[in-house]
């Protein structure tokens, strides 16, 4: 479910802007990969399966 991944971006990153949380979070996806990008790991620890 994406919502809760997306929610707990927008907790990590609240105190900056979008415009710095993507630039981050697409540096990340350049840099390790989409599946191993930091933000996605954590995203991916409070992610809900139904």
Known sequence: MM???AL???KRE???SLER???????Q???F?????PLE???RRYEVVD
């Open 21 to 27: 949380f993507m630039e981050k979070y697409l540096q």
């Open 14 to 16: 609240q105190e900056g």
């Open 41 to 43: 790991i954590d995203a």
């Open 3 to 5: 919502l809760p991944l």
């Open 33 to 37: 990969g989409y599946h191993s990008a």
């Open 8 to 10: 707990r971006w927008m």
């Open 29 to 31: 996806v350049i840099s």
